[in-house]
């Protein structure tokens, strides 16, 4: 059977520099005295602490919980004592501390109770998700996405293809060609439970093409399977980022995934190989996630590929490998195109983690004027024009920078490698990423100061009409009242003085208006106006006078209105 | 920065490749001119390379570390071969000056200049001083002897002439002046081909060898990919297909396509001028717009316009229209759909 393989823009072939270390078979590495295991390794919501310092932890025993639908557990990759749970220096691009706890290995390496599913081919998909959630898988390739939320095809009932991505298309690294070689059977194995969770239509294996041996492996451990493996094994074309998810479906399927968008949309779900292996493992054998396969390699002494206990400090495992050579400067945790440049060596392993790689020190040059000669633009596999996003990134013009879809830009490093002006040109689209997060949020904090705004003025409006509409109902309700006593009183009268020796009924409202009348009246006889205070004798005398002179032209005017008001 | 270095292409040999390429056509030009050409690279390289650093010094950036980029030698080396050659020293002062300090260097220096810089010199000393402009010298061969490197030295610097000899004697009409004055006069295309020694086969005589070794200095660029394909093929392509119809629809009064392509600085324009990464567009739709533009705009300057040749003015003014044609033709990324 052969598949019809399509291609991306641009791309670039890079010298592999696998052979330093594709050789070298995997090998068990060193029990470090010390793990730390960071509590962030996948994105998503980090796990929460489930020990306490001092707590003894078996082997594969849970220490942290899935924080979340998008998180995944931690477990202890050795067993020993919880010596510490605090910040900790992790690899992150920040250079920040993150939350670790720090486990003290007793070197028994004693695992706990290990619970694999009983009957794993007629597991329901929920089950096979749930171990796989359990075990904290995450993708193994470099994202470090939780492998179960990616099992789990969503409001689809099944998926066409499942794609398991061994295209290793990074220089040097060679974990998952190792892995492909040596553990074909568990990765097959670990494709067709997967496979079963999101009821994918195919599976389909990528290889890049240099990496025969590992393809043969696979084919044998297919035949080894008989006919219950139907699964596709694709050979493609080594072109650096053949292994970025969206490149690879599109290289083996044909199909576009929607910028911003996820591959299930269009039918495809995308694992890694080594996380397919893992998954065989979680399910078949109930172990989590607590090593994995790392290839340290470049400048040290002997290159190889390390099975490593997650939480091991990077330096013991180039200690392993003979240490970095004099000629090391500059460590890596990934490979050297996307690598995360390391700058101790304390740091520890994490689930991501699929290389640790010493490159010489290269003659440094200062970047030079960009003059747009587009080689960027022909490298680019997402097809942007990378010369214009530098310049707006550079000017700061982060509209104009999303204008040319920044966002779409996978950090491949593919301009960075060919500018012959030697910008880097990726660290801009970073700062600019960044950036513009930063805005986002700076954005949504005003948008929210302004809604609370917004709903205090409603709030307040709200009250003021309640209030008024209280006031109305009362006012209502006394008018009512008043209406009855009157009619009741008419009654009365009426009925011919049978409640003649009953006490006057006073309005209370009338009665309230005279008292406060009374009142008003009362202050302002109490208020004196303030210049008639201490007067002399002569002064005062000559007001008398005055109040007499007035009191008596009121009588008099009072006299002659009478007539009239009288009449 | 990356730790892998796909192609040890740098900037600074980016410059120097444009000017190897200019070598066998400069080399030509000596020949079959004298030392004119010579005389007007050397002056302008030194000139820029001088103006350059001084400019540098001014921003207060370090020479040492930008005049290795060779942005300023090769701006300096496509003036000079703009240029009539055999200019006199101040005139080459001047047009680097413009093209170096103006043009460059106060909009920041390179890769920031809106404009070519050398075709900002050029159409400064185009419009200030356009006698001196029209001083072409014939090829040696119509000319029938040739100037010594001292009395070239001498006119370059001191405006001497050897004794007995005019200035006009040594000068001759451009093979775009000869035809654009006649066809003035209402002869036919045909009529002013014969009636002057200027033209050879089909472009101006000699000027078709160094056109040729321009050319094949700009194939050999786009071989070793130091420039694209899409600017000059769109340039040349648009002006023969242009000079084609005009010359289909009248004879007589239009010449045909290979005399535009071998006359003037068409090739030069198109492999070595147009193609100007900094000013040009940018994408590969961008920029077959852009030299469709530039290719339309020369053949309507020299034709219709008001100047013989019009490489300078229709790249200035494509220069304008670049940031536009690159908001327009952005290419498809990956993930979007085919109409956005």
């Known amino acids: 059977m052969s598949r019809t393989l399509h291609t991306f823009h641009g791309g670039l072939h890079l010298p592999d520099q696998k052979a330093l270390s594709n050789g070298a078979a995997i090998r068990q590495g060193p029990l470090p005295a010390q793990l730390i295991v960071p509590l962030q390794q996948h994105i998503g919501a980090p796990a929460q602490v489930a020990v306490q310092v001092g707590d003894k932890v078996l082997k594969g025993q849970l220490i942290g919980e899935a924080g979340g639908m998008v998180s995944a557990p931690v477990h202890a990759p050795s067993s020993g004592t919880v010596s510490a749970i605090g910040p900790h220096a992790v690899p992150h691009p920040s250079g920040l501390d993150a939350l670790c706890i720090t486990i003290v290995t007793d070197g028994d390496e004693s695992w706990c109770e290990l619970h694999p599913l009983e009957n794993p081919w007629e597991a329901d998909p929920v089950e096979l998700r749930a171990k796989v959630r359990e075990a904290g898988i995450v993708g193994l390739g470099g994202a470090g996405f939780p492998s179960h939320v990616k099992l789990n095809p969503g409001a689809r009932t099944a998926v066409d293809t499942l794609l398991l991505n061994g295209a290793e298309c990074e220089p040097y690294i060679t974990c998952d060609d190792r892995l492909m070689r040596e553990r074909a059977d568990e990765i097959l194995l670990g494709a067709r439970l997967m496979r079963r969770a999101i009821n994918a239509g195919e599976c389909v294996i990528a290889i890049e093409d240099n990496k025969p041996e590992a393809i043969a492996a696979l084919h044998e451990a297919k035949r080894a399977a008989g006919r219950l493996c139907d699964i596709e094994i694709v050979t493609v074309p080594t072109r650096y980022p053949t292994g970025g998810e969206k490149q690879l479906i599109r290289v083996v399927t044909g199909k576009e995934v929607r910028s911003g968008g996820l591959p299930i949309e269009i039918g495809v779900v995308c694992h890694n190989v080594a996380t397919a292996a893992a998954v065989y493992r979680a399910i078949v054998h109930g172990e989590p996630l607590i090593s994995r396969v790392v290839t340290v390699t470049g400048e040290v002494g002997t290159p190889g590929n390390i099975q490593a206990l997650i939480g091991t400090p990077v330096g013991e495992l180039l200690a392993a490998c003979g240490g970095a050579k004099s000629s090391a400067s500059r460590l890596l945790m990934g490979g050297p195109m996307m690598g995360l440049p390391l700058t101790r060596t304390d740091l520890p392993l994490v689930k991501t983690g699929n290389c640790l790689l010493e490159l010489p020190a290269e003659a440094h040059h200062t970047p030079k004027p960009c003059i747009r000669c587009g080689e960027c633009m022909a490298a680019c596999p997402a097809n942007l024009l990378p010369q214009q996003l530098y310049w707006y990134a550079r000017a700061k013009d982060f509209d104009k920078a999303q204008d040319y879809n920044l966002f779409d830009c996978i950090e491949c490093g593919c301009c960075n490698a060919v500018c012959p002006s030697e910008i880097p040109l990726v660290s801009y689209y970073r700062f600019a990423k960044t950036a513009i997060w930063g805005q986002e949020r700076e954005r949504k904090k005003a948008d929210k100061a302004r809604e609370r705004h917004e709903f205090r003025e409603f709030r307040k409006e709200r009250e003021k009409q309640e209030r008024a509409e209280a006031l109305a109902k009362k006012k209502a309700a006394l008018d009512t009242d008043a209406l009855k006593k009157k009619l009741a009183e008419e009654k009365a009268a009426a009925e011919g003085g049978t409640a003649e020796g009953a006490t006057p009924a006073v309005d209370p409202k009338q009665a309230a208006i005279q008292a406060a009348l009374e009142r008003a009246k009362a202050k302002k006889a109490a208020a004196q106006p303030k210049n008639t205070d201490h007067l002399t004798a002569d002064q005062q005398r000559q007001i008398d006078e005055a109040e007499e002179r007035r009191a008596a032209a009121k009588a008099l005017a009072d006299d002659s209105q009478t007539p009239e008001g009288s009449a | ?340």
């Not at chain 2, 090769?74 to 240029?83: D, K, R, Y």
């Not at chain 2, 006199?88 to 680097?96: D, I, M, S």
């Not at chain 2, 002869?187 to 000027?207: D, I, N, R, Y």
């Not at chain 2, 324009?269 to 469709?292: C, E, H, K, Q, Y």
């Open chain 2, 1 to 340: 920065m990356s730790a892998l270095q796909a192609n040890a292409r740098d900037t600074g040999q980016v410059m120097l490749k444009v000017v190897y390429a200019l070598i066998p056509a400069v080399l030509a030009h000596y020949w079959l001119f004298g030392w004119g050409i010579v005389l007007n690279v050397a002056l302008a390289a030194i000139f820029a390379l001088g103006f350059e650093a001084l400019s540098l010094l001014a921003r207060g950036r370090d020479p040492r570390h930008t005049l290795i980029d060779n942005s300023a030698l090769l701006s300096g080396v496509l003036l000079a071969i703009a240029l009539p050659p055999m200019s006199q020293w101040w005139l080459l002062l001047v047009g680097t000056f413009f093209t170096i300090v103006v043009a460059k260097q106060l909009y920041g220096g390179l890769g920031f200049n809106p404009f070519n810089p050398a075709m900002v010199g050029y159409v400064v000393l185009l419009i200030s001083f356009p006698v001196d402009m029209t001083h072409w010298l014939p090829p040696i061969a119509l000319r029938g002897e040739s100037l010594s490197l001292i009395d070239a030295l001498s006119y370059v610097f001191g405006g001497q002439l050897p004794n007995g000899m005019q200035l006009d004697a040594l000068t001759m009409a451009t093979p775009l002046d000869v035809i654009r004055t006649q066809i003035g006069l209402h002869h036919t295309v045909g009529e002013a081909m014969s009636s002057s020694p200027v033209f050879g086969l089909f472009g101006g005589k000699q000027w078709e060898i160094f056109n040729g070794l321009i050319l094949l200095g700009g194939l050999w660029m786009v071989w070793a990919k130091v420039i694209r394909w899409h600017i000059p093929v769109a340039v040349l392509g648009t002006l023969m297909l242009v000079a084609l119809s005009f010359h289909l629809y009248d004879a007589d009064r239009f010449a045909g396509p290979l005399f535009h392509l071998f006359s003037g600085g068409a090739i030069f324009g198109a492999f070595f001028i147009a193609t100007d990464p900094v000013s040009a567009a940018t994408s590969d739709r961008g920029r077959l717009i852009f030299g469709f533009g530039v290719g339309l705009l020369e053949y309507i300057i020299r034709v219709f316009g008001g100047y013989p040749d019009g490489i300078a003015f229709s790249v200035l003014l494509m220069n304008m229209a670049a940031p536009t044609i690159d908001y327009y033709t952005k290419p498809r990324t990956f993930g979007h759909g085919a109409k956005e």
